[in-house]
């Protein structure tokens, strides 16, 4: 058995992102704007999507992703909040209280309060 590398693992947080977005469709630049919460390396990002249409997470057509399977976070015991000294994955902003999602995988965060919610397809 190989060794997973720590892309690897950025790839398999990122699928388990995507199979657990609240919406079945969307644009295929809103779909990288959530992977590059976890990787913003362009090779990974393509990797992600290429082995998410691979294992039938979702479907690409016409700049457009559908999300085929999944379930959706819960914010009551899938999201940790945090008190610390944090900058947002998605914005960069500062913040006092950091939102942290966890999957099977790994944990993704810290995000603010409006950008967790924009991550998971809440807004």
Do not use: Q, W
Request: proline share 4%; net charge negative; hydrophobic share 35%.
């Amino acid at each position: 058995m190989t060794e997973r590398t720590p892309a690897d693992e950025r790839v398999e947080l990122a699928l388990d992102l995507l199979a657990n977005l609240e919406h079945e469709d969307l644009p295929l630049p809103a779909a990288v704007d959530r992977i590059e919460t976890v990787t913003t390396d362009p090779t990974l990002v393509r990797r992600v999507l290429d082995e998410a249409e691979l294992r039938g997470i979702l479907e690409r057509e016409d700049g457009r992703i559908r999300v085929r399977r999944g379930s959706y976070v819960s914010f009551e015991s899938d999201v940790v909040v945090r008190e610390g000294d944090f900058d947002c994955r998605r914005c960069g902003a500062s913040l006092s209280t950091g939102h942290f999602v966890r999957f099977e995988t790994d944990e993704l965060g810290p995000f603010g309060s409006s950008c967790v919610r924009k991550v998971l397809g809440r807004e």
